[in-house]
């Protein structure tokens, strides 16, 4: 295991479209986090699940976006009718317990033209 | 909910010198204070962490100290070196709370 992957790297797509994104954490981390990350910025919390129950999100997470983490694995992250205000970095992150630091991806850069 | 603050911005300093950058924090509540470093186009890496029951960690050329009274932390970067140059973010969370508030990070630039 080497580490959190997160595919693709990078994705542009149009206004509107949908898209949607993996995460791989840790395999015996049982927390994951989904952060968004503009330029010049720090993360932003988007949302976390412990094994496969979503149990925080953001206000920042709209009713376009969701994520799901069906078997305590992986995630998705997914983005519906994209808006331009949507670029950023998609940053995913495991941990083990409450009690100890992320370990980040290295994310996903969204580009809506 | 939690606010974190972070300055300086930017910050340079001649190679073999120190780095300071500092943060503060809205909530009393919070209990852990992780550093990340993240070069350019790249991921965010734990540095160092604190927790507040503890006032000041050190490994190696890296120290974090913690005032829960003033509600700030700060991280010192000792015999700097060029490969320290980076961006630095400070987080907090919230005992019982997931998610981690991060600061707007500081540019630190390392001149040889």
């Known amino acids: 295991d080497t580490g959190v992957s997160q595919d693709p790297r990078h994705k542009i797509t149009k206004r509107g479209q949908n898209v949607t994104f993996r995460c791989d954490p840790i395999?015996?981390?049982?927390?994951l986090y989904w952060y968004r990350q503009t330029l010049g910025q720090g993360p932003e919390f988007l949302t976390y699940?412990?094994?496969?129950?979503?149990?925080?999100k953001s206000r920042l997470l709209s009713d376009r976006f969701s994520a799901e983490r069906p078997k305590g694995s992986f995630s998705t992250l997914e983005i519906q009718r994209t808006e331009q205000g949507d670029s950023a970095m998609y940053l995913c992150?495991?941990?083990?317990?409450?009690?100890?630091?992320?370990?980040f991806g290295s994310g996903t850069r969204l580009t809506v033209v | 909910g939690e606010n974190v603050e972070q300055h300086p911005s930017t910050l340079s300093v001649q190679e073999g010198d120190s780095a300071v950058i500092k943060c503060t924090y809205s909530?009393?509540?919070?209990?852990?204070f992780p550093w990340y470093k993240q070069e350019l186009g790249k991921r965010p890496q734990l540095i160092i962490d604190?927790?507040?029951?503890?006032g000041e960690k050190k490994d190696q050329r890296i120290a974090v100290t913690l005032n829960k009274t003033a509600k700030h932390f700060s991280l010192h970067i000792t015999e700097t070196q060029p490969e320290d140059s980076a961006v630095y973010f400070c987080?907090?969370?919230?005992?019982?709370?997931?998610?981690?508030?991060f600061g707007t990070g500081t540019r630190l630039t390392i001149i040889p």
């Open positions: 987080a907090a969370r919230d005992f019982g709370n997931e998610k981690l508030t």
């Open positions: 992150a495991s941990s083990l317990d409450t009690g100890a630091g992320y370990t």
């Open positions: 604190i927790r507040s029951n503890v």
């Open positions: 395999s015996e981390h049982n927390r």
């Open positions: 909530d009393s509540a919070s209990n852990y």
């Open positions: 699940f412990q094994n496969e129950a979503q149990l925080e």
